[in-house]
């Protein structure tokens, strides 16, 4: 059992060949916006430990199961913000926030770039307006000729349509949650890997966090466990403006001849990136179809209704209803801030509930902003509390150090589906 403790029972623990470990707070949820938040926190010389759910099996971390690609905000759609300076704030912020965290992470953007398709006209201005706003150079933003789209596109290309090339490309989610781990780690960080979601029980002025039979008293909480995380909260009574939305998305172990690194169709309402994985690219295919609210389900219980596939089909190319077959499905969970949170789903959302935070990085090309965004909330509780560091004996938890496989990988082969 590990609990705050006094001095002689350290004394005893640390006799008994238990590793005492001081700590400012805990972090609960060990995807991009848990890992970067203990890079973060521990650069500033705050211990922090971090308990993460394992991924053997599927992954369990929803950031594992993104589409991952380094979003410039030219696809965000203007509806849901209050006005152009508000969406190109955001944009702007997510086109240079996801290039800063590769830069810190030692990684460069890719040169590959996106394929956009359109038919409508208003769409189509809309998009030209959007780039104005973003003020996209040339070479990152264009419309394209009929010629240079088809040999983009190849059997994907749809004659009476406007293709652009967009900034949006691809990145390696895997290589930043391990590099911000790595940094981590390298000053003074803990990563346990539990085989059991945590419970949250409150206590007083602090939340007790109980896994595989061990019981921690932390003065202070971050949960960065994605939907997870509304799940805990609810556990100590604390409500988010929030819901949950499931999204499925198709997995394809090969490129089937997709020569584009990502495509967003707006006509046929889906969107597609190709990751490269052993022993062929993968693509990962999403569209319109979700389910919004539902409730929190562990992954290794999510489902594809029949439904949700019949109608993911009717939004594909034809020349990608094939990947149907041999492909297999994953219902990826979001957390959605409703209207009265102050923010879109699209940007970093942070809620204090006196000594617990909940984080959302929004997307993940946003997770280093988020990180430091939420850091910044947590450390004022710490810090008001006078910043007295508790001790954690730890016995029997597993330290988190293994490779880190992303859902399309060939490491995973679950399928979400319903048979």
């Given at each position: ?12 623990a640390a006799a008994t060949g238990c590793r005492v ?171 346990l890997e539990i085989d059991e979601p945590v419970k ?220």
């Amino acid at each position: 059992m590990s609990q705050r403790i006094d001095p002689p029972v350290s004394a005893m623990a640390a006799a008994t060949g238990c590793r005492v470990v001081d700590l400012d707070f805990v972090i609960v949820g060990g995807g991009i916006l848990g890992t970067a938040v203990a890079a973060v926190a521990s650069q500033a010389d705050y211990r922090v430990l971090v308990l993460r759910m394992t991924d053997r099996g599927r992954p369990r971390a929803d950031t594992l199961r993104n589409q991952g690609w380094l979003q410039s905000g030219v696809l965000y759609p203007m509806g849901i913000f209050k006005d152009e300076a508000e969406y190109r704030l955001l944009g702007t912020m997510t086109y240079f926030g996801g290039r800063e965290m590769l830069a810190r992470c030692g990684m460069e953007p890719s040169n590959e770039r996106a394929v956009v398709r359109v038919r409508d006209p208003v769409r189509v201005r809309e998009i030209e307006a959007k780039a104005k706003l973003l003020r996209l150079r040339s070479e990152n933003f264009r419309r394209l000729d009929s010629a240079d789209a088809q040999a983009s596109l190849g059997a994907l290309f749809e004659r009476g349509s406007a293709y652009f090339l967009c900034p949006d490309c691809p990145f390696d989610e895997a290589a930043v949650l391990t590099h911000f781990r790595g940094e981590a780690v390298k000053n003074g960080a803990q990563f346990l890997e539990i085989d059991e979601p945590v419970k949250l029980l409150r206590r007083g002025d602090h939340i007790a966090i109980c896994w595989d039979g061990i019981t921690l008293d932390s003065p202070v909480t971050l949960i960065t466990a994605g939907a997870g995380g509304l799940e805990l909260l609810r556990q100590i009574e604390c409500a988010v403006p929030a819901e949950i939305r499931q999204t499925p998305l198709l997995v394809h172990p090969n490129s089937c001849g997709v020569p584009v690194p990502i495509l967003v169709d707006f006509e046929r309402q889906f969107s597609l990136v190709k990751h490269p994985c052993t022993p062929a690219d993968a693509l990962v295919i999403g569209t319109k179809v979700h389910q919004q609210p539902v409730s929190f389900i562990a992954p290794e219980q999510r489902r594809v209704s029949k439904s949700d596939a019949a109608s993911f089909r009717r939004f594909l190319h034809p020349h990608l209803e094939q990947s149907m077959q041999t492909g297999r499905f994953t219902a990826g969970f979001e957390v959605m801030p409703t209207a009265t949170a102050g923010v879109t789903h699209l940007e970093p959302f942070v809620k204090t509930f006196d000594n617990v935070v909940f984080a959302s990085p929004g997307r993940a090309t946003l997770a280093l902003q988020a990180a430091e965004k939420a850091f910044s909330a947590t450390r004022a509780i710490v810090d008001a509390r006078g910043r007295r560091r508790f001790e954690f004996v730890a016995r029997s938890s597993r330290a988190w150090c293994d490779p880190i496989d992303m859902h399309y990988q060939p490491t995973y082969q679950f399928n979400d589906a319903e048979v």
